[in-house]
């Protein structure tokens, strides 16, 4: 059996799962959100500030925003090694994009929880 060094995940069908999951919480996060919006429409922000400070609505966008990190990984890993063919260019692209995706989680993380 060939294995692909170049994967961080185990098989194409673990990376096709992530993406599946991870877009179903984002599009359930997204609704919920849209609704809750819709539904308030004098929105305060003590309202605002209500809603994310139930543990369940932080639990709920820290599972968003980790499923749109793998799902940001995923995806952009998958169009690096298909469009970019020069290794360092893709060595780099993809340096930025962890980094950056890591940042986006810390700071969610932080505003959440700080």
Do not use: C
């Amino acid at each position: 059996m060939v294995r692909n060094v170049t994967n961080l995940s185990r098989s194409g069908l673990s990376d096709w799962l992530i993406q599946r999951f991870s877009a179903v919480v984002l599009a359930a996060y997204t609704v919920f959100i849209l609704v809750f919006l819709i539904a308030s429409p004098e929105l305060s922000y003590a309202q605002w500030h209500a809603l994310f400070d139930h543990a369940a609505m932080k639990i709920f966008t820290l599972l968003a925003m980790l499923s749109l990190v793998g799902h940001a990984w995923v995806g952009l890993w998958t169009v690096a090694t298909d469009y970019l063919k020069p290794m360092a260019i893709r060595f780099i692209f993809l340096a930025v994009v962890a980094i950056t995706l890591f940042v986006y989680l810390i700071v969610t993380i932080t505003a959440l929880w700080g």
